[in-house]
Structures are given as C-alpha cells and as structure tokens.
C-alpha cells in the first residue's frame, strides 16, 4: 500500500513538474538578460562566451536563442539567418510560457526586418502584440507598436498608423519612456502632414513637440528624422526660411553623411524653393544614388522642374518621363505590397494568434486534466483497497464471530455439564454425610467413608472452580479487563445478578466460608465484591476495573478491611477465609 501511494504521488509530481518547467534556470543567461536593458553590449559579450554545450534542457537552449538574437538587435547587429529565433518560437509557442513567446515572435520580426522581408516581419510584430500585451510587458509593447506603425506608414495606411502612434503615445507617456514619446510624436506629425494643409498646423505642433522631446535626449536620429519632416512641412507651407533651417539641420545630424539621400532631396528642394538652383540641383543629384523608387520619382520630378525654369524644354521632358517611370514602379509595387502581402499577413496573425490561444488553453487543460485524473484513479484505487480490506476484515471477523460463537457453545455445554457434575457430586456428599451420622456403622467404616467424604468435597471444589472459569461471567471479566488495558475504558458491566452468581460461586469454592465470613465481619456489599474478586486468579490491581475503582481506592479499600479484621494490610483474603 505504502508503495502504490509513493508512486502515484511521483507521477502527479513529475506532471506538475512538466507543466511548470518551461523557464530555464542557467544563472549565466540568467545575469546576461540582467544587463541586456542598460549594458546590451555586455550581455552580447557574456552570451558569445558561453558554450552551448552545458545547455542541459532545451529550456536553456531556448532562452540563449531568444537573448542572443536580442542582443545583436540592441546592438545594430544586422541578422540574415532567422533559424536560432525560429527554434526559440517554437519551444516557447509549445510550452506556452505567454511572456517568453512575445519576446519571440517580436523578435523574429526584427530578424525578418533585417532581412528586409517586410511581410514576414509585419506578420510577426501583429502576433508578437496581444502577446505582449497580456504578458503586462509595456516598452517591448511600444517598440511593437512603432514597428507596425512604420510599415502602415511607409504603406500610406494613415489612419492605421495614427491609431497605432497614439497607442505608442500613452504607453511612452505611463512609462515615462522619452525616445518612445518623440517617435510617437514625430509619426503622428508625419501623418498629419500627410493628410493634407487642413492638418499643416496639428503636424507643425507635434512635430515641435517631438523635437523638444528629443532634443532634451540628445538623440539626433530622432531630431534628424523630425527636421526633414519639419522641412518638408514648411516647404509646402511656403515659409522657406524655416525649411532651408531644417533642411541643412537634417543633413548636419546624420551619421553618415556621404549617404544620407533623403537628407539630399529634402536638402535640394529647399534650395529650389528660394531660387537657389545651382545647390538645389547639386543636392538633387546626389538622391539619385538612392535605390529608393519614391526617392529617385521626386527628385527627377525637381530636376525637370529646374531644367524647364532655365529653358531646356527637352531635358525637362526627358526627367518627367524617368520621373514617372519610378512612379509606376512604386506604385505597382505598393500596390502589389496592399492586396497581396499585408492583408495575408493580417489574417495570417490572427489564425496564428487562435493557435496559440487554444493550444496554451489546451497546454493549461492537459497540466490540470492530467493529474486530477491521476488523483481521481488514486483516490478510487485506495477506496477500492479499502473497500477490500474492509471486506477482508469484515469476513474475517464474521469468521472470528462464529467461531467465538461456537467456542461459546461449547463453553455453554461444558459449563452445563460441570454444573451437572456438580449436582451429582453434592447428592453423593449428602448422602455420605448421613452414611457417616449413621450409628449402625463401626469406626472403621466411618474412617473409610471420612475419607472419601473428603475426597469428594475436593473434586467438588475443583469441579466448582472450573465451571467457574468456564462460565459467561468469568468470560465477561476478561473481556472488561482487556478493554481497560488496550484502551482504558469498557462499556461491558458486571450486573447485579452476576455479582450474586459470583459470591456463590466463591462461596460454593470455599465451603462457605464467603457466607460466614460476611456474617462475622458484616461487610458491605462492595467489601463482599471485594473477597470475592480477590478469590479469583486476576492480578489484584486489575480488580480495579471490575468494580469501577481507581487502583488507589481499591488498595485503600482492602487495607481499611484488613484493619476492621485485625490482620495485616498485607494479609491475603485467601489465607483469611483458610483460617476461617
């Protein structure tokens, strides 16, 4: 029994185990996720230093997968192989660990992002967000969200985009999250800027804002970034002062500024809308180098712009038509992008999203199914054990009761013969007695039937004493003994008649010296109880059970009646009632 209840227990234990072992527990990848928020370039050091090969679960191996990608995208790691965070998405998507699997999916997007494989990574980024979102996960959530935002903007989905910014916006602003609060500011002032002059004074302000947001930072990517929209707003706002400003603050704030082509168009149409055409059409030039198709129509767009005011009518037309040769190629590619790519994508992360939703249901279903059926099955097997045992003792001590039964019988039988015996015996002692008070008989004869008189008394004695340890009485008194010593206390009580069956039964056993004595001494009736238990063969201190004494008032008893007689305290009633 001992042994079926261990194993069962094992077996619940080590399903709880498996339902709740899904994070890895390796103090090295452990203190590299520590330092990937504020020193990423020492978590990539510390996870480049460790050997896969101590990795003892693929819980571990997971969690390296998930930190190492991480940490290259913290540190502007361009990622072109997507197989180490494909193996850390499928164990957290089978585990179902919600926190560990936004981290994935969000993840994997910015490997596909590097991979410039814009669909796969927008699919991700629209999985990875109600993840992240459930798993109370704010900043990640943000940078979620500035990603999709960014591909609904570049695809010209507006209204989208804005929705998503203003989400970004809020999250920026609980966390108190600067370079999120400028990012959302500056896309929310791009949109606005796209919608038209209606909106030229809601894009002014927001972007004004995101740029005092992110010159209080210091973060001259975002200030870049805000200071060509600002340009390109004030260009259309015909306050060509402040455009040219932006325009050449644009360009100073970029890192690499031999390749900055965007810089270059905003740069180069500034110059063109104060009349400065030699720069305008020097800056114009060098966005040509882009490969971007939207870049390269506007700036062929300009320079046609530029060769008709100085008079060269044919130059002009020959830029118009490169101009609109890249707007056919960009439109037919966004176009294809919209109807082909992101709506797949869409609905793609949505039945992905259900997957997982029913599948972490399911994951949750089996952790708790499982061992509750295991302890049902336990509990009906340790029943049906018991129900079984239960059975076996009741068999076996209907068993015992009948054989108590019939040992009773017996005893019953026998004591009715001793009884028997017993009435035979006192006729033959009486007739003897009046044999012996007969005076036809000489001396010899009496002596000879003396004797046998004697004889007789003794194995009546004998015969008295047997049927008395063989009567319900004597039985009776063992079984209230018993009941005290294994457990202190017996609901079976010596009756009055019983006490009386007793005192005859000694007094029959000691010639009557029961009677006489209780005549000379007058006892009372727990003092004649008390002879009369002392006669018998129990142990004097278990005399306490029978009559309901503490032990203490059972010797204090005896001794008060020892004193009464005038023997000893110590004195034995035996050898009283002998004497008597």
Known sequence: MGKTKAIIFFLVAFLLLACTARQSNNKQLIWADSLMRSLPDSALSVLQNISTQEFTSPADSAYYALLLTQARDKNYVVQVDDSLIRYAVAHYDKVGN??????????WGCVYRDMNKQTEAFREYLIAAPLTKAAGEKRQLGLIYNNIGYIYYILNFKEKADSIYQLMENIAQDLKD???????????GSIAFMKGSDYFS????????????????????????????????????????????????????????????????????????????????????????????????????????????QGNAALSMQLERYSSTYKDSLYQFRRNIVTDKIVEAETDAQLMLHQLYYKGRLNIYLCIFIPVTIIIIMIVF??????????????????????????????????????????????????????????RIDEEQREKIRVELDEMVLRRKALVKEAFLHSPLY????????????????????????????????????????????????????????VCLSLTDFPFAHLAYLMHFSRRTLYRKKNALCERIGVEQNSEFKEILREI
């Open 98 to 107: 919600t926190r560990m699997q936004a981290g994935a999916h969000y993840y």
């Open 178 to 188: 600067t370079d999120l609060w400028a990012e959302a500011l500056s896309r929310q």
């Open 202 to 309: 809601v894009a002014e302000r927001k972007l004004l804002d995101a740029f005092v947001v992110a010159d209080r930072i210091e973060n001259n990517e975002i200030k870049a970034d805000i200071s060509a929209t600002l340009s390109r707003l004030y260009n259309q706002m015909d306050q060509d002062g402040k455009a040219l400003y932006y325009g050449k603050l644009n360009l100073a704030l970029r890192r690499d500024t031999a390749r900055a082509y965007r810089a270059f168009l905003i740069l180069g149409d500034a110059y063109y809308k104060i009349g400065e055409y030699d720069s305008a059409t020097f800056y114009l030039n060098k966005s040509l180098l882009s490969k971007d198709y939207g870049r390269r129509a506007d700036a062929y767009m300009r320079l046609a712009d530029i060769a008709m005011i």
């Open 382 to 439: 340790l029943l049906y054990r018991k129900n079984k045992q239960y059975r076996g003792k009741n068999d076996l001590l209907q068993k015992n009761n009948q054989q108590l039964e019939k040992v009773n019988q017996d005893l019953s039988q026998h004591y009715a013969c001793l009884q028997k015996e017993i009435t035979q015996r006192d006729l033959e002692i009486e007739n003897l007695r009046k044999e012996l008070a007969s005076c």
């Open 475 to 530: 039985a009776k008194m063992q079984a209230i003994i018993k009941d005290h010593l294994d457990k202190d206390a017996s609901d079976k009580e010596i009756s009055d008649q019983e006490w009386q069956e007793l005192i005859v039964s000694m007094d029959s056993q000691w010639n009557n010296a029961i009677s006489r004595f209780h005549v000379k001494y007058q006892l009372s009736k727990e003092e004649l109880y008390l």
